[in-house]
């Protein structure tokens, strides 16, 4: 039987790779990562986390940043190291992989939905501008809804968002670039 499937295939691999049975508990144990820029995510959420591995006692995770240069790689890495020798896991170590490179597709919906909660305006809020060439030039404002929104500046708060002004609120907010 075809199935059609209703996911980015980057989104259905992540999935299959969590739910493999002999990994499925250190995915959810790294669910209490967060992303140290975002607190909001998990780096599960945020996409960053792309695979770990077990062989034997050993553990591997590997992790994509956001943008190559990410200063918040080193923080996560220490994080997930920690976690796993919290929870018994003395041989763990942490790779971190630039290719292929980090998407907002991998993003989970919930992921979207804790962006928009924190004031960030995920990756699938951008619209087109008036010309129809521009995909994040009015950026759906998290706290009001609002279109009318403007670009502020290529770069927010990290390299990864861009920043924004409602039109109608008048809040400033970051958005989330679609790479």
């Given at each position: ?45 945020l996409g960053i986390l792309r695979d ?103 770069f927010g708060s990290t390299a990864c ?19």
């Amino acid at each position: 039987m075809n199935e059609i499937s209703l996911m980015p295939e980057e989104q259905y691999q992540r999935l299959q790779q969590r739910h493999a049975e002999d990994v499925r508990a250190l995915w959810d144990l790294l669910d209490a990562i967060k992303d140290p820029e975002i607190p909001a995510l998990s780096i599960w959420d945020l996409g960053i986390l792309r695979d770990v591995q077990r062989n034997g006692d050993q553990v591997t995770v590997t992790i994509t940043p956001t943008y190559s240069g990410c200063p918040a790689m080193d923080n996560i890495t220490t994080d997930v190291i920690q976690l796993l020798h919290d929870n018994g896991y003395s041989d763990a170590t942490v790779k971190l992989s630039l290719s292929p490179a980090w998407s907002s597709e991998w993003m989970s919906p919930e992921g979207r939905k804790k962006l928009r909660e924190y004031g960030i305006a995920p990756p699938e809020d951008a619209g087109l501008d008036d010309d129809g060439l521009t995909p994040d030039a009015h950026a759906a404002c998290p706290h009001c809804a609002s279109r009318h929104t403007r670009r502020i500046s290529e770069f927010g708060s990290t390299a990864c968002k861009a920043l924004f002004q409602c039109d109608d609120c008048g809040e400033p907010f970051d958005y989330f670039k679609k790479i």
